[in-house]
């Protein structure tokens, strides 16, 4: 099979879809790999690197030509035109919140895989697992930097000092993404609530911490309590496929400490506080709503792309693997959780989660294979 690979055109999107090492097994497969030219510039992967691995280097255009395309971010309006029915899309889609992208994939009639729903019998989420990694860590990380008063924060310094409170940083879900923004915020010594509905979860993240993270249920009242003590908080709500909840409202938003920084990490599934109302880019990374701090970049591991790049060549080879060798149909069956992450077939969309977010019918998987 051919398998193309374009650079992103996504703003300050500096990752790729396949490492050198990736596209070496994908090759030694038998399959022809066709990368385009500087796609891995941004993650410090030469054309010559790819050229040793044995791939083929070409335009965007013989890239997006070959029969399943691996791509890190969803395509952006510049890129529609590649669109064609019978091409297999590989990549993070972000369906719920972006009709107008939904919709140029329906009418192209392409199949798209999204990385964010593909999803194992036990609810994990291993394509998007490695990216939340990443982002929950850079959550607290940026954070601090913007609680600095020069970039518009509050002046707080996480750990604190002898005789001075540390800043107190809310982590609103218990997932990956809050996990790993816990461990930093806990390793910087400053104060940490978690909140997340599931106590199971909320008992494993107590054990994991030692105590020293502060876990809650999430409810209403304790999520706007929380809030109103934060110097910074963190988003890290999310619904496989679907439109992120807005756990945090606008209202808890307004008893915060001017200053404060909100991070919310799931603006690529339309966010989790009300206040971040649009996504951002690393250029452009802030704005202030009711005199708070607000970090929406949508793409967040971009930021680091080499190790971005390689988490997430570790995750995606396999099922890129199995795509290429079966084809998307005979993939799909063998493997539930691969099917689960067909968002689009044919012209349907086939993810109900996103059917639902957008409010269009869906239809079964079964009924494309």
Avoid at 58 to 87: I, M, N
Avoid at 167 to 191: D, E, K, M, N, P
Avoid at 295 to 305: D, L, R
């Amino acid at each position: 099979m051919r398998i193309g690979v374009p650079r992103e055109t996504k703003a300050e999107e500096h990752r790729v879809a396949l490492t050198p090492a990736a596209a070496h097994v994908l090759v030694r497969d038998g399959h022809r790999v066709l990368i385009e030219e500087g796609a891995g510039l941004g993650s410090g992967f030469a054309d010559a690197d790819y050229r040793a691995a044995g791939a083929d280097l070409g335009s965007a255009e013989d890239a997006w030509a070959a029969e399943l395309v691996a791509k890190v971010k969803e395509p952006q309006e510049a890129e529609y035109g590649f669109l064609r029915p019978s091409l297999v899309l590989f990549g993070y889609l972000h369906l719920a919140p972006n009709p107008g992208l939904t919709e140029a994939l329906l009418s192209a009639q392409i199949v798209g895989v999204g990385l964010e729903t593909v999803q194992r019998q036990d609810h994990t989420l291993p394509l998007l697992a490695p990216m939340s990694e990443i982002a929950g860590r850079m959550a607290v990380q940026v954070g601090s930097y913007f609680l600095q008063r020069p970039h518009g924060g509050r002046g707080v310094l996480p750990g604190g000092v002898p005789g001075v409170a540390p800043a107190h940083v809310v982590v609103v879900g218990g997932g990956t993404v809050g996990r790993g923004a816990a461990r930093i915020a806990v390793g910087l010594g400053a104060r940490v609530t978690l909140l997340d509905l599931d106590v199971d979860r909320l008992r494993e993240l107590e054990e994991l911490f030692a105590g020293r993270v502060e876990t809650l249920a999430s409810h209403p009242w304790t999520v706007a309590s929380a809030v109103a003590q934060a110097d910074l908080l963190v988003g890290a709500v999310l619904v496989p496929g679907a439109r992120a909840p807005r756990v945090v409202t606008r209202d808890m938003v307004r008893t915060m400490a001017p200053g404060s920084v909100v991070v919310d990490v799931a603006v690529d599934q339309g966010g989790c506080v009300e206040t971040c109302d649009h996504a951002t880019t690393h250029r452009r990374p802030t704005y202030m709503r009711e005199g708070v701090v607000h970090y929406a970049v949508a793409n967040m591991p971009g930021a680091v792309p080499r190790t971005a790049t390689e988490a997430l060549a570790n995750a995606t080879l396999p099922y890129l693997r199995r795509l290429a060798v079966h084809g998307w149909r005979a993939a799909a069956r063998a493997d539930a959780a691969l099917g689960r992450g067909i968002n689009v077939a044919q012209g349907q969309l086939v993810c109900a989660p996103v059917a639902e977010a957008l409010g269009r019918p869906s239809v079964a998987l079964q009924e494309v294979l």
